[in-house]
T-cell receptor, first 110, second 114 residues
Framework: SQQGEEDPQALSIQEGENATMNCSYK?????LQWYRQNSGRGLVHLIL???NEREKHSGRLRVTLDTSKKSSSLLITASRAADTASYFC??????????WGAGTKLIIKP | DAGVTQSPTHLIKTRGQQVTLRCSPI?????VSWYQQVLGQGPQFIFQ???????GRGNFPDRFSARQFPNYSSELNVNALLLGDSALYLC?????????????FGPGTRLTVL
């Protein structure tokens, strides 16, 4: 079964706008990770936030984590056409296994 | 430096057959994990191997098995294939097992069961 749920399921925005995706999970975690997947192929690791961290930045990416609400958000600023992809959150449980959500499909319109 | 490689890229099988998928991790990585991704869903964890030992197993039937070789490459075997086994099978490697470990994914093997 899947741990995380991403919201929205799909998002379509204009190039240059910001994109925000949310992830909710159910159980306690070691960390939460965000990945990107292009065209149903391999996944690329974007950013990892530990359970004792609240916010993390990497380039145009900003991730927040609220363990009291069991939720996380991924913000992509100044979106580009190349950001078009599916984005997944994955939570690492106490057995160091990654449990994934169903993903948000992001489309950046030129 | 080569990334994670998987073979074959695509595979078509019929119900009841058996399939073997192969994965070579990034050089120096000792942990390999296998995931199944059905179209439109996120990956589901199948197995994790570290130093040739099974470290974790997801909620999959015994038809699914795997092993890791001394060179840290890995094989995933699926017996008695069902139509529902049609999916993208992803392999990921990481340097060690344990917390805060970024996983590097291969391009996947797309299995179609007819």
């Amino acid at each position: 079964s899947q741990q995380g749920e991403e919201d929205p399921q799909a998002l379509s925005i204009q190039e240059g706008e910001n994109a925000t995706m949310n992830c909710s999970y159910k159980t306690s975690i070691n960390n939460l990770q965000w990945y990107r997947q292009n065209s149903g192929r391999g996944l690329v690791h974007l950013i990892l936030i530990r359970s004792n961290e609240r916010e993390k930045h990497s380039g145009r990416l900003r991730v927040t984590l609220d363990t009291s609400k069991k939720s996380s958000s991924l913000l992509i600023t100044a979106s580009r056409a190349a950001d078009t992809a599916s984005y997944f959150c994955a939570t690492e449980d106490s057995n160091y296994q990654l449990i994934w959500g169903a993903g948000t499909k992001l489309i950046i319109k030129p | 430096d080569a990334g994670v490689t998987q073979s074959p890229t695509h595979l078509i099988k019929t119900r009841g057959q058996q399939v073997t998928l192969r994965c070579s991790p990034i050089s120096g990585h000792k942990s390999v994990s296998w995931y199944q991704q059905v179209l439109g869903q996120g990956p589901q964890f199948i197995f994790q191997y570290y130093e040739k030992e099974e470290r974790g197993r997801g909620n999959f039937p015994d038809r699914f098995s795997a092993r890791q070789f001394p060179n840290y490459s890995s094989e995933l075997n699926v017996n008695a294939l069902l139509l529902g086994d049609s999916a993208l099978y992803l392999c990921a490697s990481s340097l060690v097992e344990g917390r805060y470990n970024e996983q590097f994914f291969g391009p996947g093997t797309r299995l179609t069961v007819l």
